[in-house]
């Protein structure tokens, strides 16, 4: 693996998260059991409360406790192990987006996350996604330090996905109205068509096709295709 700055390993770790998804997806992974493949601290949160419903050995072993127990701390956990500017700052930005983000977002941030075992505070790179299907949210929590490690991990687990890796931002700059008329052009919908299943006019339709082009970087319906079978959306 080549070398790579800071800024890479991060975005890395926000493709990682999307790629996870997709390849429990498609292969119809038991999650409990695939995330204990990662080698990372992960764990998934239901959407609605919050609660702890997986968390892998290396989460385990890093707070030296059991999702159960984690649970049964409730609020108490992150006053106990957050530091407080994370609560601050870093807690609202993600209660925003567990609160309003659709399933194909990411969002990663820093946190500062006390190590039990030496007890101080560790940077960690944090990053999420809800969970297609399951109302669940896909977590991956890990120390700066350790993020080349990580990364080249995951990226051996799921695969490189190039086509995925290369047009992930293009991907996360469309709106839900664009993904939504991406859909229909991929399953052939005509311009007429999509027109009278959204209500909208035919030169709405069109504008928004040219938006779509333009920000997927697809010149023609046969690359606009191929992107959203990439992206899971036919």
């Known amino acids: 693996m080549s070398y790579r700055t800071d800024q890479e390993l991060l975005i890395s770790q926000l493709q990682n998260i999307f790629l996870i998804d997709k390849c429990i997806r498609v292969n119809n992974y038991d999650i409990g059991e695939f995330i204990e493949e990662i080698p990372a601290i992960f764990f998934t949160n239901s959407k609605g409360n919050m609660e702890i419903g997986n968390l892998n050995k290396s989460g385990e072993e890093y707070s030296q406790l059991t999702k159960d127990e984690i649970n049964n701390l ?88 190039l086509y995925v890796r290369n047009n992930f931002f293009q991907f996360q700059n469309l709106t839900n109205r664009e993904l939504e008329i991406l859909k229909l052009i991929a399953s052939g919908d005509t311009n007429s068509r999509i027109s009278e299943k959204l209500f909208i006019s035919i030169e709405t339709v069109k504008q928004h096709r040219k938006i779509i082009k333009r920000k997927t970087e697809c010149r023609n319906i046969v690359e606009l295709v191929r992107f959203a079978q990439a992206f899971d959306l036919i």
């Open 74 to 161: 409730g609020f108490d956990y992150y006053l106990k192990y957050m530091h407080p500017e994370t609560i601050r700052k870093t807690g609202p930005r993600f209660l925003e987006f567990y609160n309003t983000a659709d399933d194909e977002k990411v969002i990663g941030d820093f946190q500062f996350i006390k190590n039990p075992k030496i007890n101080q505070y560790e940077a960690f790179f944090t990053v999420s996604k809800p969970f297609k299907e399951n109302e669940l949210l896909l977590t991956s929590c890990n120390p700066i330090s350790n993020l080349k490690w990580v990364c080249n991990k995951i990226e051996r687990i799921v695969g490189e996905e």
